[in-house]
């Protein structure tokens, strides 16, 4: 399928090593974020998300960094496989939720086998 | 659960032709998004419904786009007349806020190619 984005930056890692996903946001007033995985043909998939007051949160291989005093974000991903293979975006809401998304520019992540 | 279903996946037209584009959200989500991704770019809001009512349109070009969600339901982005820079994947998500938080979920999307 046609590539979700022909000229975002790209993170090329290792099958079984970690990866590092960051973003910075725009909006020191944003107090929900989201990261999403986009697979080439597929809508944005849900993968972590974190509120402002924490900054740190886990999932299942997966751990959201964020810093309010630089406005950044990371997407931690442990002993990274070729399925993660995709673009990832993070994105930001203000009004815990309520509001629209505003979404980052996306960083491609490739996996070598 | 199902997801939210679009349809169709794709359309090809010719510039000043007309379009239209169905979404139908997952089972009890009030809150309904159509967005606008183009190639390389992250998705970009185009209208907000609550139910059956608009939140939030202003990013919506409404000279000729428009939108609506008559039942509170299903609901379909029209564009007419295309234009060529509206060549895009039109993404629609729908949510249901659970407390603190508010994910939205998103369909496949249409990819819209003007000619």
């Known amino acids: 399928g046609e590539s979700v984005g022909l000229h975002l930056p790209t993170l090329s890692v290792q099958e079984g090593d970690n990866s590092i996903i960051n973003c910075a946001y725009s909006n020191s007033a944003s107090d929900y974020f989201i990261w999403y995985k986009q697979e080439s043909g597929k809508g944005p998939q849900f993968i972590i998300d974190?509120?402002?007051?924490?900054d740190k949160r886990q999932g299942q291989r997966v751990t959201v960094l964020l810093n309010k005093t630089v406005k950044h974000l990371s997407l931690q991903i442990a002993a990274t496989q070729p399925g993660d293979s995709a673009v990832y975006f993070c994105?930001?809401?203000?009004?815990?939720?309520?509001?629209?998304?505003?979404f980052g520019s996306g960083t491609r992540l490739q996996v070598q086998p | 659960e199902a997801g939210v279903a679009q349809s169709p996946r794709y359309k090809i037209i010719e510039k000043r032709q007309s379009v239209a584009f169905w979404c139908n959200p997952i089972?009890?989500?009030?809150?309904l998004y159509w967005y606008q991704q183009i190639l390389g770019q992250g998705p970009k809001l185009l209208i907000q419904?609550?139910?059956?009512?608009?939140?939030?349109d202003s990013q919506l070009p409404k000279d000729r786009f428009s939108a609506e969600r008559l039942k509170g339901v299903d609901s379909t982005l029209k564009i007419q007349p295309a234009k060529l820079e509206d060549s895009a994947v039109y993404l629609c998500a729908s949510s249901s806020p659970d407390g603190a938080k508010n994910i939205q979920y998103f369909g496949a999307g249409t990819r819209l190619s003007v000619l």
């Open positions: 994105a930001e809401n203000m009004d815990t939720g309520r509001r629209a998304l505003t």
């Open positions: 974190i509120r402002s007051n924490m």
């Open positions: 419904f609550q139910n059956n009512g608009v939140v939030d």
């Open positions: 089972s009890g989500h009030a809150t």
